[in-house]
């Protein structure tokens, strides 16, 4: 029994892979060598390299691993809730207010 499945079944799998990696960045350190992990030179320079689908193209230069961190990974934008534009509760009876003290009631 042979599993061989259709070329153009193949190719859209591949396209779809290389699509999805399309856009994706990498950190590489400038200097001598063979290329190490990260963490061996934290103050070399890196080459911030991004993939484009066939082959990794340098998008710029940062100072050292902290500065290639903050591009590669940078904070996530907090969106401004609804709940926060609301005006605060005045005074009232509402089911989550405080209540008042008898003096208050007495009025």
């Not at 904070?75 to 609804?82: M, R």
């Amino acid at each position: 029994m042979q599993d061989d499945e259709p070329l153009e079944e193949w190719a859209r799998r591949r396209e779809e892979r290389r699509a999805a990696s399309k856009g994706k960045r990498r950190a590489v350190p400038l200097g001598d060598g063979p290329h190490r992990g990260a963490h061996v030179d934290p103050d070399a320079p890196r080459a911030i390299e991004e993939w484009t689908g066939t082959e990794w193209m340098m998008v710029g230069v940062v100072e050292s691993l902290a500065a290639a961190q903050a591009v590669l990974y940078p904070p996530p934008v907090q969106e401004k809730t609804a709940e926060l534009d609301r005006p605060a509760m005045g005074r009232g009876r509402g089911r989550h207010r405080k209540p008042a003290s008898a003096e208050e009631r007495d009025r």
